[in-house]
């Protein structure tokens, strides 16, 4: 296959060495440049030898010369591919190309740094994050800058930065207060609870801060500051398929499972959690809707007729505020679904104890108190069959004449 240009006689050349058969092989050829013909001038094509000086230089005349030699001439450029194809199935025909098996040839892979310069691969990651970016001059939180976000003149609260890390926007000034307003309320609960204990206990024996921490932060669960999200859950659901406060109740008892949120070791109707009270005081004066906290009065009513003690706790309260608060944002069902079920509920206790528990173990370090070892008569030893243990606390000092006491 030849391929020319306008100006120079290389392509007489090789017509004289077919001529005189220094060339034996059938020949393709091609002279480019044929719109020079057309134009009122000499034109340069590229570099300075690609100029017809002659006519017997120009494209035209070429290619009549290489067509009259035999060679094998298109009409034009664009024929070119079909003129290849057209000389090689005609030798093949003649048995002058043997087709042989064709091999396909491996794929050779792209260069790694080459795909990812160009974007046509992605480097695999091994984290997600959506919440916070440290690239960049200055890190951000769900978007916003930190610097704007520490700024007390742009009048972002702690809530504020929960909703955003937590989830990813932040809330009106309603809710990332009633978020602030929850912190501060479990935030503490005294030291004889399990937590508070736990991390005393731990801070005593010399533990760090940390260490300790943890220790009280490892309690909660359903028993302990955990029904949060339970409370929410079952709530939710009983609301949401219209059942009746009572019906709730008796669906609950039928399963053997207490209601969480409802109930108080120590608070009662006659001696009601000020807290509970203070959460829903700020919700009706607040919250644009508190419909499932009204569900939840209403079986706090019927549940509190058979036991005084069994009110609305703050973990109920707080589970179910909320749900009301989410559905007042505009959540999906979907939504809150997905956030009670990754523990989201839960964390705001958590959050809020964690500052409790490390206010109690400073204090331990602050007072040197020395290693804490529980008192032996706080401690019934070799339980006998006949003894019944009292697990209620004794109200009164006199006792059934059919319990034997250890003493």
Sequence with gaps: VVLGEVGGTYEYEVIEAYKNKHITKPILAWCMGTVSEHFPGEVQFGHAGAFAVTNRATADAKNR????????????FN???????????????????LQEKIVEAPSVPE????AVKFK???KATHFICTISDDRGEESTYAGVPISQVSTPETGYSIGDVISLLWCKKRYPKWASNFIETVIKTVADHGPAVSGAHNAKVT?????DVISSLVTGLLTIGPRFGGAIDGAASHFKRAFTAGLSPQEFVQEMKGKGTPIPGIGHRVKSLRNPDLRVKS???????????????EFALKVEKMTSAKKDSLILNVDGCVGVLMVDMWQSLGYMASDIDELIDSGTLNAFF?????IGFIGHILDEKRLNMPLYRHPFEDILYDVSK?????????????????TKVAV
């Design 203 to 207: 801070a005593r024996a010399g533990k």
């Design 279 to 293: 959460l829903i005081d700020y919700a009706k004066e607040t919250f644009p809707d508190t419909s499932l906290l």
């Design 386 to 402: 006949e003894q019944t243990i009292i697990k209620e606390p004794c109200q009164s000092a006199t006792l059934h004449s059919t």
């Design 79 to 97: 024929a070119l591919p079909k003129s290849i194809n057209d000389v090689y199935i005609s030798l093949r025909n003649k048995g002058i190309i």
């Design 111 to 114: 260069d790694f740094n080459r």
């Design 350 to 354: 958590v959050l809020g104890r964690t």
């Design 65 to 76: 010369a290489m067509r009259e030699a035999g060679f094998v001439v298109p009409k034009s």
């Design 120 to 122: 046509h691969v992605r």
